[in-house]
């Protein structure tokens, strides 16, 4: 890593914990850029979660930018235009601009196209169960709403609202999953450089995997290079208890 990468990201830390607490948004969270939506901001999970479609914030909301997210998690959160057509080769055709991955997956979850509530439940349920791939993936939000979940190191969950144009880029190794909003409506891209990464590898089984291994010790060696403080938490959410509906 660069010497100036290494300021830049130590910089966007330092301030972190005075953000984390303040329930008032960032001013450049409120901003628009062009066709860009208004910038997103993230937000550790409460660790009972009573509604899993719902923000679930902690009380007091502690916030992330997108910035802090990568810094916490190493995954990239970012938008691209899709254009005004529902125009599926398009829509790849821009995402591998992003990423130049050959493999791809159309993924939805409607509540008006699924045969009743119990069905958008099922299919919800596989959506939520967190995982990881070997191998960086992509998603990118082709219609609809919800949340991108990711764990950090210590076992925290960070809730991102996503919607048409969101992409995301995970690592290898990375604890991650998505969640419907109240809406329960959202279609997604998945992307893939090779079908090996299509794999999913589930909590809590996989802890002990190398892969995820190799990715905390990963994390840990970015924080020892910019002096992050960090602290274990111990235990994981409950993933059985995670799936409670309402």
């Not at 948004?25 to 550790?44: D, I, M, R, V």
């Not at 997956?105 to 169960?129: G, L, M, R």
Request: some cysteine.
């Amino acid at each position: 890593m660069q010497y100036f990468e290494v300021y830049v990201f130590a910089l966007a830390r330092s301030n972190m914990s005075q953000q984390l607490t303040n329930e008032k948004l960032p001013a450049k969270c409120q901003q628009s850029n062009g066709n860009k939506p208004h910038a997103k901001t993230g937000w550790y999970l409460r660790d009972t979660i009573l509604n899993r479609y719902e923000e679930n914030k902690t009380d007091p909301p502690e916030y992330l930018t997108d910035e802090q997210i990568y810094l916490e998690t190493e995954n990239i959160l970012s938008w691209i235009d899709l254009g005004s057509k529902d125009d599926p080769v398009e829509w790849e055709k821009r995402a591998r601009a992003v990423r130049n991955m050959p493999l791809s997956k159309h993924v939805e979850c409607d509540i008006s196209k699924e045969k009743d509530e119990q069905a958008v439940h099922e299919k919800a349920d596989k959506f939520f169960n967190h995982h990881f791939h070997v191998g960086e993936v992509m998603r990118v939000v082709t219609e609809g709403s919800g949340y991108y979940d990711v764990m950090d190191l210590n076992g925290r969950w960070i809730r991102r609202p996503i919607s048409k144009g969101d992409v995301y880029v995970i690592p290898s190794g990375c604890y991650h999953r998505v969640c419907l909003d109240t809406k329960k409506h959202l279609n997604v891209v998945m992307m893939h450089y090779d079908k090996k990464s299509t794999d999913q590898f589930f909590w809590p089984e996989s802890l002990n995997d190398p892969v995820y291994i190799e990715y905390n010790e990963r994390m840990k060696c970015l924080r020892r290079s910019l002096s992050f403080p960090y602290q274990s938490r111990p235990g994981f959410t409950d993933c059985v208890k995670s799936l409670n509906r309402p």
